[in-house]
């Protein structure tokens, strides 16, 4: 009977992984408008600046009152800042990035004891007509929140929830780039 249970709990376990594989997910944004997953880059090829809102978005639909800022550095570092039109922009999260098929982790640094309450996990695509675009769009809030609210402007609906690649970092620029962001926007919680 043990052995059983086991056995369910494994099936279990493979439907749940292979349902959350970066290709599953690019097939439910597919389903509400044409993307392309990216499986096969490389570090260098993802570290940049992302915003969301990102420039194709604001192009389309204006500024907002705020805004959310990921840099992704070569070296695997990540700053998370983000700023709004009542308080200072500031840093929420730091720490290191893996890129793995398709998906992008963040792991905090110890030294962020609090939640940032920001995705931890994301897939990598581009719109079908941009093939040298990159956007992120984070698997546990962010997807789910594009399928419900795509029903009229599905493209624009996902470039909303898509931290959007408008700057490349280089390794050159890296360095000096994260010590003016930490020293200018880096206010550690108490």
Request: charged share 25%; aromatic share 8%; proline share 12%.
């Given at each position: 009977m043990q052995r059983i249970n086991i056995l369910l709990m494994l099936a279990t376990l493979c439907q749940?992984?292979?349902c959350s594989s970066p290709s599953k997910l690019t097939d439910r944004i597919n389903a509400k408008?044409?993307?392309k997953g990216f499986y096969n880059l490389d570090d260098a090829k993802l570290a940049g600046v992302y915003s969301r809102p990102g420039?194709?978005?604001?192009a389309r639909k204006g500024p907002g009152l705020g805004g959310n800022g990921l840099f992704l550095f070569p070296d695997d570092t990540y700053l998370y800042l983000?700023?709004?039109d009542v308080g200072p922009i500031q840093i929420l999260d730091k720490g290191t990035w893996h890129y793995s098929r398709g998906t992008i982790e963040l792991?905090?640094?110890?030294?962020?004891?609090?939640?940032?309450?920001?995705?931890?996990?994301?897939?990598?695509?581009?719109?079908l007509a941009m093939e040298r675009e990159v956007l992120l769009i984070g698997t546990d809030l962010d997807l789910s929140h594009f399928e419900k609210e795509s029903a009229v402007d599905s493209e624009t609906t996902l470039l909303g929830f898509a931290h959007e690649r408008f700057k490349a970092i280089n390794p050159s620029e890296a360095t000096e780039l994260k010590a003016n962001l930490l020293k200018n926007y880096w206010f550690p919680k108490r």
């Open positions: 749940i992984a292979s408008t044409p993307v420039p194709s978005y604001v983000v700023a709004t792991v905090s640094d110890p030294e962020v004891k609090w939640d940032p309450e920001i995705e931890r996990r994301f897939i990598t695509i581009h719109r």
